[in-house]
């Protein structure tokens, strides 16, 4: 990894990887957007993922989800990922439970299903439909449908962007808990520096489609790199004084 790697000692994880990723390739046509990238991810490990605006993140997280296909390198996951895009993508015609349980092939998809609603805190909801939702309460749902595929990675996209600040927090700190139960590897892709300081154990930086810089933070605790240097890494320079 052409790496720029903070000079803090690396979080110890050891359930193994949740996904290996090397050497990847991935180009529309004759558009490179992916080369030579580079990244492990450890389960219960979570990793942010910043750069400018189409700099390839949502091209590397979909070729993670195995959504597109790859044109070199190799992307090794032992399951499946689940991924939360920023929009819900809850099919209107199901209740909650249905939406959460769709795919799984168990006979008690309903009360699987129940689990991961309580655990988002929409468990008195479960025959609801998702036209009555909040759009932070469809992310929950969302979350839900993801966890309960018990994933060892689960991915990102930016999907506390579309919501006011208040419930963007009181997401962060649901997310936060549910990683820390479930141990899944994330994976956040974020335009919000700030949401990558406050959850990550290691922020990546992605340019010429590829890992450009990566800080590693103590595990369980904030990033202990300043917003103004994340900022600089970001090619934006910030001149507020409490940055
Ligand atoms: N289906 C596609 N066909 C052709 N080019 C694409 C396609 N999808 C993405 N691209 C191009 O690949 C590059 C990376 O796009 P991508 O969406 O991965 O960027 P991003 O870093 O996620 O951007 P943003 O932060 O704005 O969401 C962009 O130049 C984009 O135009």
New binding site residues.
């Given amino acids: 990894m052409n790496a720029h790697v903070a000079a803090l000692p690396a979080a110890s994880f050891e359930a193994g990887p949740a996904v290996v990723v090397s050497n990847l390739l991935r180009s529309?046509?004759s558009?490179v957007?992916i080369e030579k990238l580079n990244l492990r991810i450890e389960r219960g490990e979570f990793v942010a993922l910043l750069?400018?605006?189409?700099?390839?993140?949502?091209?590397?997280l979909?070729a993670l989800a195995s959504l597109d296909a790859i044109q070199g390198g190799r992307i090794v996951a032992p399951r499946r990922p689940a991924v939360v895009f920023q929009e819900h993508r809850l099919l209107p015609w199901d209740n909650l439970w249905r939406n959460v349980s769709l795919g799984l092939q168990v006979p008690d998809a309903r009360e699987r299903a129940a689990e991961a609603l309580t655990e988002v805190g929409l468990g008195d909801r479960l025959d609801d439909w998702p036209r009555n939702l909040s759009g932070g309460q469809s992310q929950r749902v969302a979350l839900a449908r993801a966890l309960v595929q018990q994933p060892e990675l689960l991915l990102l996209d930016?999907p506390f962007a579309a919501l006011d600040a208040l419930t963007r927090i009181r997401m962060h700190e649901l997310v936060r808990e549910l990683v820390a139960n479930h141990q899944p590897g994330v994976l956040l892709?974020t335009?919000d520096v700030d949401e990558a300081i406050a959850l990550a154990d290691r922020i990546l930086v992605?340019r010429n489609g590829a890992i450009a810089f990566e800080h590693r933070a103590v595990r369980g605790g904030s990033a202990t790199i300043s917003r103004a240097d994340l900022l600089r890494e970001l090619g934006v320079v910030s001149h507020s004084p409490t940055s």
């Avoid at 750069?51 to 590397?60: A, H, Y």
Wanted: aromatic share 6%.
């Fill in positions: 529309y046509g558009r957007v750069g400018e605006s189409g700099c390839g993140k949502t091209t590397l979909r930016e892709v335009h992605m």
